[in-house]
């Protein structure tokens, strides 16, 4: 499979504006990155712009999710964001993510971008947990034919290590995903 090479703004773009055949972009975005450097720096780049467009925008590395808190600390991070009051601190740690989502979806429909680094962290075991409860989140706020909301997953992968090896994997958390390389400064 070849990966196209996307910068920063086209992904953007591609992200806030769909095309017709942006749709698999819903899916999970993997993008190939030769260091935690350029992952920072992808991310500095994306994230004013889908801000910008009115999207939130939630930025973790895989490091902090592979954490037995890790679900936690994630679902505490995009309802600080929302702007939604919830119940007290100490219910946020019963909400899987999937009902942290739902709930911001049904005060203010919005979209949600996950901005996961260093993704290749987490596909083997307990990072695969992670990944599926990301999945059902995603699943949940995205198929929900009444939801205008959307709940997008952009995840950075740090060579050697190959995304397409992780979408194309029928077992899976993210099979079908797109995966993309980061387009070189010239």
């Known amino acids: 499979m070849r990966n196209p090479a ?3 703004r086209q992904l ?4 806030l504006s769909p095309g017709p055949f942006d749709g698999g972009l819903a899916s999970g975005v993997f993008v190939q990155v030769r260091s935690n450097q350029e992952s920072i720096q ?4 994306l994230a004013p712009m889908l801000e910008a467009g009115g999207m939130h925008v939630v930025v973790i590395d895989a490091a902090n999710l592979a954490a037995e808190d890790g679900l936690t600390r994630l679902v505490k991070l995009i309802l ?31 979209t ?15 990072g695969e947990r992670v990944m599926k409860a990301i999945k059902a989140a995603r699943d949940c706020v995205n198929l929900e034919p009444a939801s205008t909301g959307r709940f997008l997953l952009v995840g950075t ?29 010239r």
């Open 12 to 15: 953007a773009e591609q992200l």
């Open 157 to 185: 992968w740090i060579f050697p290590a190959h995304p397409s090896q992780y979408v194309e994997n029928s077992s899976s958390a993210f099979y079908g995903a797109t995966a993309v390389s980061l387009a070189r400064s």
């Open 42 to 45: 992808f991310f500095c780049d």
């Open 6 to 8: 996307v910068s920063a």
């Open 80 to 110: 600080a964001g929302s702007g939604i009051e919830f119940a007290p601190v100490s219910r946020l740690e019963e909400l899987t993510l999937a009902e942290a989502l739902e709930k911001i979806m049904r005060h203010r429909s919005r």
């Open 112 to 126: 949600i971008v996950l901005l996961l680094s260093g993704a290749q962290r987490l596909p083997a075991e307990p």
